[in-house]
Every structure is written in C-alpha cells, then in structure tokens.
C-alpha cells in the first residue's frame, strides 16, 4: 500500500479510530483497566472522541488506554503514519528523518519510535518457543576493533562492546536477546526459555553452547576458524543474515543503539523479519532464488496491535523514558 493509497482507504481521524478501535479490540471493546466487555460510548458535548465508561469498574478509556500510545496528544492519524513509515521501512527509520516525514519534533518521533518498538515487544514476548533446526550465534554490536589513540581495542569474547545471543528458526521467526556477559552460566537460562529441545541446534564452535547443546534433539557446528562456513546442510548463515541486518540499521539509520533500549531496537527487527512473505524469482543466469518481500501493511498491523495493550513509556522529569508493565487489573 503506498501512501496515497492510504489516505484514500483512511481518509479521516474518525476512520482511522475506527481501525484503530477494530485492530486493538478484535474480539470486540474491552476495559483495559478490569478486562470487562462490557462498556459504553459517551457522546456527552465535553467527552472527547472516542471515549468509553466501564460498565463494572465505570472508569472511562479510549483505544489508547494502558498502551504504549496511552495520554497521546497526537492525533491518530500521525501514529498511522509512523508505524507505516516505520513498517515499509527496510531497517528501520530515524527520528530525526521520522519527525521530517509526520510533522513532529524530533524528541516525540523518538518517543513515537520507542512506543511503536515497545508494541513489537509485547509482540515477541508472545512468540513460542522456537523449533525444528534452529540457528544460534553471539553478535557484539559494533564495528571491527580498532586504533584509537595508540591502543588496540580487543576483538570477540574480549571485547567491551554490547553482547546478543540470536536464536533463530529457519523460515520462522527469530529471538535476540541482550546479553551481560557472554558464558556458559549466563546463556543456559536464555537457552532454555526461547528454544524446544526437540529441536537440531546448529552453532559455530563456540565453547558456550557445548553444555547447552547436549539437551538438544542434535547439535552440530561449523569451524569458522578453519574457513568452514557450511557443510551440506549444517550452517548458521541464517542467524549471520540476521546479524547483518542488525548491522546495518545500527551503522545505517540509528548510529547509536543505547543498551537500556537495545531490547526495543531487536524486537523491531525481530517483528521485521518475521513480518515477511518468500518469493521465488528466476535470475538473470536462469537461476531459481526466494527473496523475502515484506508482508502487506493491514497483515502486518493486524498482527501487532491486538499486542498494542500491556505497558507504557512515560517521559520523566530528568528527560529520560521510562517503561512501566501494567500487568494490574482492578
Ligand atoms: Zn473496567
């Protein structure tokens, strides 16, 4: 769908509540503060658009109630618009660029970007656990070690920068987590949580998977230092794909990807990768190949705002976001 295509199928603020309203509530409005379905609209000449009272906790809600768009004083026809551009994009958006696109600062597209991310999240927090031949591998977000004022910065397991263990299913969805340190200890509970261990594991040689892998169904592995990249069907390219992307939004579009926010950042990836369809294409040389196209924008939004409901992000005082669950229901 390109953008005027948009704005014809949703050409007002009313039509683009009603989405909204349909996308979050597919089984029909619900409380968020109680989960109670039964509530009404009120039309009263004070109450603003789109406003509901609970029938049994008789607290009022709208459709951004207890999401991560929750007190917006935006219209909703901006956050269309931003989880649009966010969702065509191929590695993501910048909030300086964002800002440009939808009329707003830049603090409130990073804020925008942030909520958007956080709804992704809910998404992947939902995602089961990962099966068949599963791909796994470390990433340190960051380039190649280098120079800097005549000292050498340390490469691999010895490096400072950021850790991410990426778990990936081929053809399926993908789970990176950020990582503290990365050791057999600190990896095994992650293991444990996003993969099923009737699965065939397939790693490099790495000595953090040699305890994790026996639990597996199979565990075998490619010697990266011996130049082995593949061995008939054993390879983690897959998971090396992933990280490339992750790469290249990080070099290319956010520069800089803030270790409290990380998590944000690779659900959005994750929800990215996982947003696509294959496609077979026949090359120049008559070579058969799959390119992965990104799902159409209405699967993609029905897939992530029924997730829209579940936390928060509020600026405070200090200028910094925070991120509050509200798992509380009264
Ligand atoms: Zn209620």
Not at 11 to 33: N, T, V
Not at 152 to 159: D, E, F, L, P, S
Request: include cysteine; aromatic fraction near 10%.
């Amino acid at each position: 769908m390109n953008i005027d295509e948009l704005r014809e199928q949703i050409p007002d603020e009313a039509s683009c509540r009603k989405l909204f309203e349909k996308l979050i509530w597919p089984d029909g409005r619900i409380c968020p503060h109680c989960r109670c379905l039964r509530s009404y609209r009120l039309n009263g000449l004070t109450s603003r658009a789109g406003l509901y009272e609970c029938a049994r906790c008789k607290r009022q809600f709208t459709v951004t109630t207890r999401t991560p768009m929750h007190s917006t004083k935006l219209p909703l026809w901006k956050w269309l618009l931003a989880i649009y551009y966010i969702l065509n994009s191929s590695k993501g958006i910048s909030s300086v660029f964002l800002g440009r696109l939808i009329g707003v600062k830049q603090s409130t597209a990073w804020k925008m970007g942030h909520a958007i991310r956080l709804m992704m999240q809910h998404w992947s927090d939902e995602l089961p656990m990962l099966s068949g031949t599963i791909e796994m591998d470390e990433k340190f977000i960051g380039g190649k070690p280098r120079y800097h004022y005549g000292i050498r910065h340390k490469g691999g397991k010895a490096t400072a920068k950021q850790s991410i263990l990426v778990t990936i299913q081929r053809k399926g969805p993908v789970i990176p987590v950020p990582l503290d340190t990365v050791k057999t200890d600190t990896i095994a509970p992650i293991i444990n949580a996003v993969a099923d261990k009737s699965a065939d594991l397939m790693t490099d040689k790495s000595y953090v998977f040699h305890r994790s892998g026996k639990q597996f169904a199979s565990h075998q592995s490619v010697y990266h230092m011996a130049k082995e990249y593949a061995r008939g069907d054993v390879h983690i390219n897959t998971a090396e794909s992933f990280n490339a992307m992750l790469e290249r939004a990080k070099t290319g579009v956010f520069h800089y990807m803030s270790p409290k926010h990380l998590g944000r950042y690779l659900s959005e990836l994750s929800f990215r990768w996982a947003n696509r369809d294959p496609k077979e294409v026949i090359t120049k040389m008559g070579k058969k190949k799959t390119i992965w196209k990104p799902k159409p924008l209405l699967e993609q939004l029905t897939s992530l705002l029924p997730f829209a409901c579940g936390s928060q992000l509020r600026w405070q005082r200090t200028g910094a976001v925070r991120q509050i669950a509200l798992n509380n229901f009264c």
